[in-house]
C-alpha cells in the first residue's frame, strides 16, 4: 500500500514539475513568435509584390502613368490600354526662336498641350532663355532637338553624344528638368545617339508628317488645308511643325480642324518615356 502511495505521489510531482518547467513555455512562445514572424514576412512580401507591381506599370514624363506608346514603323502613338485612339501629338521644332512663345500662347489659349523641341544656340542669350522658361511654365514639354542642329550622321560618336548632353545640361539649368524627349534634326538618327538619348531617359522620335519646311506651304491658308487632309492622317499621328511665321498663323486653324474632326490633342506627358 505504502508502495503505490509513493508512486502515485511521484508521479503527480512529475506532471507539476512539467507543468512549470520554462523551457516548455519558452517553447510555446517561440511557437507563437514563429507564426506571427511567419506571417509578417508573407505580408511584406506580399508588399513588395505590390511594389513591384506598381512600379512595372509604364510611366511618361513626370511619373504620370502612361497612356500611349510609340509606333516605330510611323512614330505615331497607340493607346496602351483603353485611352482613346484618336488622337494627334503637336510637336514644334527649332524653338525657341522668333515665334515659339507666340505659339505657346495661342496653344495656351486653346488649351492644348505640346512638345517644343529645343536648340541649344538659341539658348545662348537672356532673351531666349527667359523665352523658354516661360514656354515650359505654361505647361509645354520640352524635348532635345541637339545643341546645333547638325546632322548627327556626319559626327563622330563623342560629338553626337556632345551634341545632345551638352543641350539636356543647359536645359536643366534653365527650367530644372531635363528633356524626355529626342529628336534628331532631319529625322538623321545613329546608333549611338539611340544609346546617348536612351542613357539620358529620352524617347526617340521622329514624326508623321509635317509640310511647313516646305515652300508651297509657307502661308497660313495652304498649311492648314494641308495638315488637316494629309494622306497620312490617322489615329495617334505625331505632327511636325517648326518657329515659322506661317505656322504660328496657321496654328489656331489647324488645331480647331483636328477637333472639329474629332481628333483630341495628345498630352505628351501621357506617351511612355525610358524610366
Known amino acids: 500500500m505504502i508502495n503505490k502511495v509513493v508512486a502515485l505521489f511521484t508521479f503527480v510531482s512529475f506532471l507539476l514539475m512539467a507543468c512549470n518547467d520554462p523551457s516548455s513555455v519558452q517553447t ?18 506580399q508588399q513588395g509584390k505590390d511594389l513591384e507591381k506598381e512600379t512595372s506599370q509604364t510611366i511618361g514624363e513626370g511619373n504620370v502613368k502612361a497612356e500611349y506608346r510609340v509606333d516605330k514603323e510611323n512614330w505615331s502613338f497607340r493607346p496602351i490600354g483603353d485611352a482613346n485612339p484618336k488622337v494627334v501629338l503637336l510637336t514644334f521644332d527649332d524653338a525657341p526662336d522668333k515665334y515659339s512663345l507666340e505659339i505657346a500662347q495661342t496653344l495656351k489659349r486653346l488649351e492644348v498641350p505640346a512638345i517644343f523641341f529645343v536648340n541649344g544656340h538659341f539658348l545662348e542669350n537672356d532673351e531666349n532663355k527667359a523665352m523658354l522658361k516661360e514656354i515650359h511654365g505654361m505647361g509645354f514639354s520640352i524635348g532635345n532637338h541637339t545643341y546645333s542642329h547638325v546632322n548627327l550622321k556626319e559626327l563622330n560618336e563623342k560629338e553626337q553624344e556632345r551634341e545632345i548632353v551638352k543641350l539636356n545640361n543647359l536645359v536643366e539649368g534653365i527650367i530644372g528638368v531635363r528633356p524626355k524627349y529626342f529628336r534628331a534634326p532631319f529625322g538623321s538618327n545613329t546608333e549611338h545617339s539611340k544609346k546617348v538619348a536612351e542613357k539620358e531617359k529620352m524617347l526617340v522620335m521622329n514624326w508623321t508628317y509635317g509640310y511647313d519646311w516646305e515652300k508651297e506651304y509657307q502661308d497660313k491658308k495652304a498649311l492648314t488645308e494641308i495638315m ?16 515659322r511665321k506661317w505656322t504660328s498663323e496657321a496654328i489656331e486653324d489647324i488645331v480647331k480642324g483636328f477637333q472639329k474632326k474629332g481628333y483630341e490633342i495628345l498630352d505628351p506627358k501621357l506617351i511612355e518615356t525610358p524610366a
Open 28 to 45: 510555446e512562445n517561440e511557437n507563437e513568435k514563429s507564426v506571427e514572424t511567419t506571417a509578417k514576412v508573407q505580408d511584406e512580401s
Open 228 to 243: 488637316l487632309n494629309s494622306p497620312y492622317l490617322g489615329n495617334g499621328a505625331n505632327l511636325l511643325m517648326h518657329d
